[in-house]
T-cell receptor, first 113, second 112 residues
Framework: EPEVTQTPSHQVTQMGQEVILRCVPI?????FYWYRQILGQKVEFLVS????????KSEIFDDQFSVERPDGSNFTLKIRSTKLEDSAMYFC???????????FGDGTRLSIL | GQQLNQSPQSMFIQEGEDVSMNCTSS?????WLWYKQDPGEGPVLLIA?????ELTSNGRLTAQFGITRKDSFLNISASIPSDVGIYFC????????????FGKGTRLHILP
């Protein structure tokens, strides 16, 4: 069964550094998402992306964050200058159409030192 | 913002027992979703519900979309050890948005 893949599985970065988290969504999916889960808490929506632009973002997704689809397969989340509170699991998800169930990757654990 | 109240927060049951958990919201949703998350992995979709009143099964799992569109339940029958994990309810599709709002999860423990 096709799946969403994310790399790396674990990223350790110094505070203030830039990080790029990578995702390969399911190939025929058109809608892409990033979610965040702080340890022990619920999964929170960050941003949705369709047709090469952001369609919605949450209040968490401030100017430090950006997303990009640099080619036909990858979908990236960039955090420009990481803060300690950015430490979390970051999940990528994709869906075929709007309002269809989203399928999640296994996440990237981001640890900020 | 939109909140989902999921209960119970955790459950300790004996293998073979049935399990029931539910979710309520102050907002209506167009879709209710149930996900399971194992340690170190992403949420895996178990059941998706699209219509008020809909009752859907997936093996030993059964979920219903409440008639008011503000609640849903998930039942697991005859629990087995691999059912251990965190179960999240999620609402999707309020007005024109399709982001998923997750509940805080129900952590299921199965006693030997």
């Amino acid at each position: 069964e096709p799946e969403v893949t994310q790399t790396p599985s674990h990223q350790v970065t110094q505070m203030g550094q830039e990080v790029i988290l990578r995702c390969v969504p399911i190939s025929n999916h058109l809608y892409f998402y990033w979610y965040r889960q702080i340890l022990g808490q619920k999964v929170e929506f960050l941003v949705s992306f369709y047709n090469n632009e952001i369609s919605e973002k949450s209040e968490i997704f401030d100017d430090q964050f950006s997303v990009e689809r640099p080619d036909g397969s990858n979908f990236t989340l960039k955090i420009r200058s990481t803060k300690l509170e950015d430490s979390a699991m970051y999940f990528c998800a994709s869906s075929t159409r709007k309002f269809t169930p989203q399928h999640f990757g296994d996440g990237t654990r981001l640890s900020i030192l | 913002g939109q909140q989902l109240n999921q209960s119970p927060q955790s459950m300790f049951i004996q293998e073979g027992e049935d399990v029931s958990m539910n979710c309520t919201s102050s907002s209506i949703f167009n879709t209710w979703l149930w996900y399971k998350q194992d340690p170190g992995e992403g949420p895996v979709l178990l059941i998706a519900l699209y219509k008020a009143g809909e009752l859907t099964s997936n093996g030993r799992l059964t979920a219903q979309f409440g008639i008011t569109r503000k609640d849903s339940f998930l039942n697991i029958s005859a629990s087995i050890p691999s059912d251990v994990g965190i179960y999240f309810c999620a609402g999707q599709g309020v007005s024109r948005d399709d982001k998923i709002i997750f509940g805080k999860g129900t952590r299921l423990h199965i006693l030997p």
